[in-house]
């Protein structure tokens, strides 16, 4: 298995302009997981889904922040829009069964920078 | 809000020594306590995890306690390789009410050959 798969691993883009990182969770897995990662507030869980489903968006930071998941293969984190705040590295993981007791496998991370 | 503390955030140890990282978290509900090593530009790495009916558990060199009364848990690497050298983090999880995960601030390890 190639593993939970992330893009673009880096994007870099101007204040005001829309986002979208994508993320590929390993195949079976049920529970998908955005987590953000800065140096000011080390990892955060963003939102989760199981099955497809939002389950958790308490994480997201603000409206312009929303995620999707229209398929079990296929996840995306959309930032409408960007502020140069926004710039961190955001993982995707994913993990099956009951999720929170099951091993989370993390992407490679997409490193977004707002200017 | 509920937290997670983690000691310390720096630690330097001499290769072949033993190193301890500790955390303490503030969410009594919370029973699933996972390990997480990042290398520098790298994704974390699941690298052993502990779940509240147990008070330990090893893996190799590595191992992890719990005390739930304390709410505390710590992660033991013995015999340590310039390799172990990253930022490891604790978290501590819950499924009561739905999914929550709460991470340390990272404890950045330099093992010096």
């Known amino acids: 298995d190639a593993g939970v798969i992330q893009s673009p691993r880096h994007e870099v883009t101007e204040m005001g302009q829309e986002v979208t990182l994508r993320c590929k969770p390993i195949?079976?897995?049920?529970?998908l997981f955005w987590y953000r990662q800065t140096m000011m507030r080390g990892l955060e869980l963003l939102i989760y889904?199981?099955?497809?489903?939002?389950?958790?968006d308490s994480g997201m930071p603000e409206d312009r922040f929303s995620a999707k998941m229209p398929n079990a293969s296929f996840s995306t984190l959309k930032i409408q829009p960007s502020e140069p705040r926004d710039s961190a590295v955001y993982f995707c993981?994913?993990?099956?069964?009951?999720?929170?007791?099951?091993?989370?496998?993390f992407g490679p991370g997409t490193r977004l920078t707002v200017l | 809000g509920e937290n997670v503390e983690q000691h310390p955030s720096t630690l330097s140890v001499q290769e072949g020594d033993s190193a301890v990282i500790k955390c303490t978290y503030s969410?009594?509900?919370?029973?699933?306590f996972p390990w997480y090593k990042q290398e520098l530009g790298k994704r974390p790495q699941l690298i052993i995890d502990?779940?509240?009916?147990?008070g330990e558990k090893k893996d190799q060199r590595i191992a992890v306690t719990l005390n739930k009364t304390a709410k505390h848990f710590s992660l033991h690497i013995t015999e340590t390789q310039p390799e172990d050298s990253a930022v490891y983090f604790c978290?501590?999880?819950?499924?009561?009410?739905?999914?929550?995960?709460?991470f340390g601030a990272g404890t950045r390890l330099f093992v010096k050959a």
């Open positions: 993981a994913s993990s099956s069964g009951t999720g929170g007791t099951d091993t989370q496998y």
């Open positions: 969410d009594s509900a919370s029973n699933y």
């Open positions: 889904f199981n099955n497809n489903v939002p389950i958790d």
């Open positions: 502990i779940r509240s009916n147990v």
């Open positions: 978290a501590a999880s819950r499924w009561a009410g739905g999914f929550k995960t709460i």
């Open positions: 195949s079976g897995h049920d529970y």
